[in-house]
């Protein structure tokens, strides 16, 4: 799979996850979502590059969404 492949093939899945997402505020406010979110982008640059798994992007991605969760 190419670069340009990989790259998409993530920001599709990552995209779609975002929308399924329940339960959360993208616009939250917290301290620590600006370096959830560093470490979410370079995972994601990790797999565009071939460094990293999908599984891996998945658990960045999950600590991520999980601090915009909101309380019901």
């Given at each position: 799979?190419?670069?340009?492949?990989?790259?998409?093939?993530?920001?599709?899945?990552?995209?779609?996850?975002?929308?399924?997402?329940?339960?959360v505020?993208?616009?939250?406010?917290?301290?620590?979502?600006?370096?959830?979110?560093?470490?979410?982008?370079?995972?994601?640059?990790?797999?565009?590059?071939?460094?990293?798994?999908?599984?891996?992007?998945?658990t960045?991605?999950?600590?991520?969404?999980?601090?915009?969760?909101?309380?019901?």
């Amino acid at each position: 799979m190419s670069r340009e492949e990989r790259q998409r093939e993530i920001f599709k899945l990552i995209s779609d996850a975002q929308a399924k997402a329940e339960g959360v505020d993208w616009m939250k406010e917290d301290p620590a979502i600006p370096p959830a979110e560093d470490e979410l982008n370079e995972a994601m640059a990790q797999y565009v590059d071939g460094t990293t798994s999908k599984a891996n992007v998945r658990t960045v991605y999950q600590k991520w969404r999980d601090l915009h969760k909101v309380a019901v």
